[in-house]
């Protein structure tokens, strides 16, 4: 039985990543501060601690397969408003886990972002999390620990942050319907996101662990499919009955986004699915 590491376990793709590998009769340990994650995510067969990542070192865990390193400051507006939040969790948070790693941990897969694609230093977000790479990379040379990198796309899904802070533009509009508010476009809307299913980024971490194949720079894992805002707009105008209008362009919102490269389905025959358009029509 394979024992595994979970940080940020309870949060958006944690317990996603969770249920997947339950199915698969792992020994599975979760990290979370709740900061954003919720007990309501929890599974009678995991064990939980409530800590901080930077605290890694004295919890005793030791003789792991591997580690999913998911557990950050995840979104790009708030990191305008407490950017210390950003470097504490994104670039210390991760360099403790990748030193746990080094005697603790078999493999590591850290939660990069797409971002990177974009510029670093745009928000405390992009940079905290191109420096989480930059760290990944180092240790990966100079002290060869197994760690692959997963960029991950705009993530959607079950148990997505229903939140105007914390949650991506699906969940701010859930939110906003919820309590009968009409839906913001942020800038012209005709930016365009590379939408990706939960169940598509967790069957790729999961397929980067398992496999022995080595990425010189990171698995990008988006559904190769972009649509604008507008677009998306219009698929929730087609399942609700709502409203929307204009705001002011955001500092840190590049105009578009897309899977760059073919790499996990070449070599991991990982393939996502375009599930958008299905999944804004399950919502209630």
């Not at 510029?119 to 760690?147: M, Q, R, V, W």
Request: charged fraction near 25%; proline fraction near 3%; include cysteine.
């Amino acid at each position: 039985m394979k024992k595994v590491l979970v940080t940020g376990g309870a949060g958006f793709i944690g317990s996603n990543l969770i249920s997947n590998l339950i199915h698969k009769k792992y020994d599975i340990t979760s990290i979370d501060n709740y900061s954003i994650g919720s007990k309501n995510n929890h599974y009678s067969e995991v064990k939980y601690i409530d800590d901080d990542i930077n605290n890694i070192n004295k919890l005793n865990l030791k003789n792991f397969d591997y580690c999913f390193h998911l557990a950050a400051q995840s979104r790009v507006q708030p990191s305008f408003t407490n950017p210390e939040e950003s470097f504490r969790s994104n670039v210390s948070g991760t360099f403790k886990i990748i030193e746990w790693t080094k005697d603790n941990c078999k493999k590591l897969i850290y939660a990069g972002s797409s971002s990177r694609h974009h510029d670093h230093y745009a928000s405390p977000y992009a940079t905290t999390k191109y420096l989480g790479e930059e760290i990944c990379k180092l240790y990966k040379k100079s002290f060869n620990i197994k760690i692959e990198i997963a960029r991950f796309y705009n993530v959607y899904g079950p148990n997505e942050p229903v939140d105007e802070k914390f949650g991506n533009v699906i969940g701010i509009w859930r939110s906003k319907i919820k309590s009968g508010n009409s839906l913001p476009i942020v800038g012209d809307g005709n930016q365009k996101r590379d939408f990706t299913h939960v169940a598509d980024i967790v069957s790729g971490i999961i397929a980067i662990a398992d496999s022995n194949k080595i990425h010189d720079d990171a698995w990008e894992l988006g559904s190769g499919v972009n649509y604008s805002v507008n677009d998306l707009l219009s698929m929730f105008k087609e399942k609700f009955n709502v409203n929307s209008h204009f705001v002011e362009d955001q500092p840190g919102n590049f105009r578009e986004s897309i899977r760059v490269n073919d790499d996990s389905l070449e070599l991991l025959n990982w393939y996502p699915k375009d599930r958008l358009k299905d999944y804004i029509n399950s919502l209630k």
